[in-house]
């Protein structure tokens, strides 16, 4: 099974991980996670876990002491150990990648608050034979931590390992699945009874029976909606 590690200042925010999906597939015996606190491997009276930045500036670098023994204490098996340092700096997150690191067996998500965290973790795990290093952000916009970025991955991630889906066969045509000319094609939108809601109807081919103009209706509208997110 899996393993997933997760070192945060802010554990708290995985108690999301026990619900729904992820909390079934964890239940099930699909997934295993382990959440843990920075601070347990931070020094002195403060607990202190940051520090200023060389060279000055705004905020506040997370130090490299606490996160190179917290990695380290994880990463004890002779295995691949793949460690996600979630970063706005890092490379987009998309299906493509969900789908590659639900390969994966051992995750460790390394999740900086303030400015980051200091550049030489990254430099020292990919360095390691046993460890690739991604530095993954969530999208083109500033959160206050990897917290959030590491739920919103874990989810994408955790339902495509196999038996955790109900009905596997909602993986083969989803939106983001299909890639045509490099570019991840949308879902086609959805309808369900009634057929008539609030003077709005449902397209009449959908209520055809005819499935190849089902099918030829539905590709189109997906063409047109992928267009229109541009
Ligand atoms: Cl992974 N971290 C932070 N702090 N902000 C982000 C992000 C990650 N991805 C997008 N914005």
Redesign the pocket.
């Known amino acids: 099974m899996p393993r997933y590690d997760i070192i945060s200042i802010f554990p708290d925010y995985f108690a999301a991980l026990d619900i729904s999906l992820v909390g079934k597939a964890r239940a099930a015996g699909l997934v295993d996670i382990a959440v843990h606190d920075l601070r347990d491997h931070a020094e002195g009276v403060h607990k202190s876990v940051d520090d200023t930045p060389y060279g000055g500036g705004a905020g506040m670098v997370m130090s490299p002491e606490p996160w190179g023994r917290g990695i380290d204490q994880l990463s004890q098996s002779s295995q691949l150990h793949d460690l996600v340092v ?3 700096a ?1 490379k987009k997150f998309n299906q493509k990648m969900a789908q590659e690191l639900s390969e994966c067996e051992h995750l460790i998500f390394a999740c ?1 608050r303030y400015e980051g965290i200091d550049h030489r973790v990254t430099q020292f795990y990919m360095a390691q034979s046993n460890f690739r290093v991604h530095e ?4 083109d ?6 917290e959030v ?1 590491t739920l919103v991955m874990l989810e994408a991630i955790i339902r495509l390992i196999p038996g955790v889906l109900g009905n596997p066969d909602s993986l083969v045509e989803e939106s983001h699945t299909l890639i045509v000319d490099g570019e991840s094609i949308v879902e086609y939108p959805s309808y369900t009874k009634p057929a008539s809601w609030r003077d709005l109807s449902v397209p009449e081919v959908l209520l055809s029976g005819n499935h190849g103009a089902i099918k030829a209706y539905r590709e189109a509208e997906a063409v047109k909606r992928t267009k229109s997110r541009e």
């Open positions: 979630l970063t706005p890092g900086g993954v952000s969530i999208g916009y500033v959160l206050n931590g990897g970025a």
